[in-house]
């Protein structure tokens, strides 16, 4: 079983959808989860930061997290085509210290 | 707003050649990563920089690679003889001292092509 594992993309939705985003993960340890976007040939670009469960929403994202069922979720309420890129999810189990990546999952919004 | 920089954006070598990978990063960060990604592929960590010396390294980390940051403000990624495989995009990340809120802030990433 990979460490972190994302559903597999790409995913295609119309301008204003609502967009659900998860990750599952294996390691009970983790405690601090990011959202990053990452457009085409770019670096990741920070999105949503949590700290063990529970929710954090921040303008159109909402970003949850079930350490009981070893899920989180990034949600896009109004998605627009400018949020079309590769979404990942990462994890670490100690403040600062490396990163474990999902391998993204593609987001295209149409007009 | 301040962000990691890094040069070159695009890198050309041959097989066996050494490269340095540069960046910038933010100025009151404390800790710093390499990460690379090979196209099409996921985000792999290679090394985290603490306090002038590696914290942590990955199995992809071998004796190839060597981090240095020669002043304040450079952080460098260099790799000896390069191989095919080194092929990737390499990521700069820097963040703040360790704490609660704290996490990393990746810069646009050096495209290196080993020929």
Not at chain 1, 13 to 23: D, F, Q, T
Not at chain 1, 74 to 103: E, W
Not at chain 2, 29 to 57: A, P, T
Request: glycine share 6%; net charge negative; aromatic share 14%.
């Amino acid at each position: 079983q990979k460490e972190v594992e994302q559903d597999p993309g790409p995913l295609s939705v119309p301008e204003g959808a609502i967009v659900s985003l998860n990750c599952t993960y294996s390691n009970s340890a983790f405690q601090y989860f990011m959202w990053y976007r990452q457009y085409s040939r770019k670096g990741p670009e920070l999105l949503m930061y949590t700290y063990s469960s529970g929710n954090k929403e921040d303008g159109r994202f909402t970003a949850q997290v079930d350490k009981s069922s070893k899920y989180i979720s990034l949600f896009i309420r109004d998605s627009q085509p400018s949020d079309s890129a590769t979404y990942l999810c990462a994890m670490t189990p100690v403040s600062g210290q490396n990163f474990v990546f999902g391998p993204g999952t593609r987001l295209s919004v149409l007009p | 707003e301040p962000e990691v920089t890094q040069t070159p954006s695009h890198q050309v070598t041959q097989m066996g050649q050494e490269v340095i990978l540069r960046c910038v990063p933010i100025s009151n960060h404390l800790y710093f990563y390499w990460y690379r990604q090979i196209l099409g592929q996921k985000v792999e960590f290679l090394v985290s920089f603490y306090n002038n010396e590696i914290s942590e390294k990955s199995e992809i980390f071998d004796d190839q690679f060597s981090v240095e940051r020669p002043d304040g403000s450079n952080f460098t990624l260099k790799i000896r003889s390069t191989k095919l495989e080194d092929s990737a995009m390499y990521f700069c990340a820097s963040s703040e001292s360790s704490g609660n809120t704290d996490t990393q802030y990746f810069g646009p990433g050096t495209r290196l092509t080993v020929l």
